[in-house]
């Protein structure tokens, strides 16, 4: 009689932890887009911009962290990781000028990467039966999500009784109290095939880069992180600015939400919430049908979700509807692609590969962020830029039907 393997372990419960605060701080920037233009008077695209190479460091930062946890420990590269993060956030509550402010961001962009999906995922795969890995890397991820949850309402209420600089001194110090949960943090030594104990990360690297597999994931990634990226970033000054009134004696209004400045931090809370479903789905899937099959359908859906959002009149209703549709897919596309490269390259240098993979996604990011300001101040609202995204999405829907999903060493032998 086998023993099954428990899906909750310490290794995943700190994950969870120090994704929740990490993802938490870091989908909260959107909220603090007009309270920084307007004190200082820069142009939306100087703190899209800021926000944009946040995203490009993140993604530039995701494999070098990847490469340190593998080289000299989780716990070491997670520390160093909350360590650049709160030294970028309390470095960006004393800037005064765009240029500070953006490359302030670079730090706290490492810092994400640090504390974020590439060093985190690997290590609650590494510490995962194979039962259980496809559901406890959906579970990291949701936690991602309910961070998200609440992480922009939160600001949203201090901005209300503090300035925006204290409020990155709260947030700086929160990321550095996860550092307490590390010790419950020990990773066993998975078991390895021969294969990937013979093999460096050099070689392992080299044969991901001949396999066109792993370039259509890394293409595919893109369209991911220009959506998610450009939704957190304008979304709730979307709202503020393009949504119609809150009617009084609405549903809405009776909930406390008056105003379509607090529809739009609400509306990011309601895409992390629908998203912790949507990600636990994923992961259930994921164990039972073609990863990436199940990839291509999510980008399909988003492409659906996002057409018709600008499409139709943009009304408090509809931004309800969005939120939940297009949260219901947002993290899905996450254990999903991970748990894709560790069945196609293996575990030993998951973090490495998934961190590269991820460059694409923050690539994705980067421009839909930036664009998203750029495309505002040119024409005084995002339209375009929601096409833009519609396009790619449907891109990352076509390029994963071609990709081979079994173990690379058997694609090689084949």
Not at 214 to 227: E, P, R, V
Not at 286 to 308: C, F, M, P, Q
Not at 361 to 370: A, D, E, M, P, R
């Amino acid at each position: 009689m086998t023993t099954r393997t428990p899906l909750f372990t310490p290794v995943l419960i700190v994950g969870c932890v120090i994704m929740l605060i990490s993802f938490a701080i870091r989908a909260s920037f959107g909220v603090f887009q007009i309270p920084i233009a307007e004190e200082f008077g820069w142009l939306r695209a100087e703190f899209s911009l800021a926000i944009a190479i946040q995203n490009l460091a993140w993604g530039i930062g995701q494999p070098i962290f990847g490469a340190i946890a593998e080289k000299i420990g989780d716990k070491r590269a997670i520390v160093l990781g909350a360590l650049t993060y709160a030294a970028g956030l309390v470095l960006s509550s004393f800037a005064v000028t765009p240029t500070a402010h953006q490359f302030y961001e670079i730090l706290v962009g490492f810092g994400i990467a640090g504390t974020g999906f590439g060093v985190i995922l690997a290590v609650v795969g590494r510490a995962s039966s194979d039962e259980n890995r496809s559901m406890s890397l959906a579970i990291a991820t949701a936690a991602g999500s309910a961070g998200q949850v609440f992480g922009a309402p939160v600001a949203e209420f201090l901005l209300t009784q503090m300035p925006w600089q204290s409020v990155f001194l709260v947030f700086a110090a929160t990321i550095l109290l996860v550092l307490l949960t590390l010790p419950l943090m020990r990773v066993p030594s998975p078991p390895a095939t021969k294969t990937e104990l013979e093999e460096s990360l050099g070689q392992i690297l080299l044969r991901a880069g001949r396999d066109p597999s792993f370039a259509l994931i890394f293409i595919g990634f893109f369209s991911c992180g220009y959506q998610l990226a450009f939704v957190t970033a304008h979304f709730p000054a979307f709202v503020t600015e393009m949504c119609g009134p809150i009617l009084p004696g609405g549903v809405l209004h009776s909930v406390g939400i008056t105003t379509t400045s607090a529809l739009g931090a609400v509306s990011i809370s309601l895409i992390g919430l629908a998203n912790i479903a949507g990600t636990l789905a994923a992961g259930w899937a994921g164990r039972r049908w073609s990863k990436k099959y199940l990839l291509a359908g999510i980008y399909t859906g988003r492409t659906i979700v996002a057409a018709l959002f600008i499409l139709l009149p943009i009304t408090p209703l509809s931004v309800i509807l969005f939120s939940v549709a297009m949260g219901a897919l947002w993290l899905a596309t996450v254990p999903l692609t991970s748990g894709l490269i560790a069945h196609i390259y293996g575990l030993r240098y998951m973090g490495t590969l998934y961190g590269i993979v991820f460059f694409s996604h923050q690539l994705g990011s980067f421009l839909g962020v930036w664009l998203g300001g750029r495309m505002y101040d040119m024409t005084g609202d995002y339209t375009m830029v929601w096409w833009i995204g519609v396009g790619v999405g449907a891109l990352s829907a076509i390029v994963h039907l071609p990709v081979r999903e079994r173990p690379a060493t058997a694609v090689a032998a084949a």
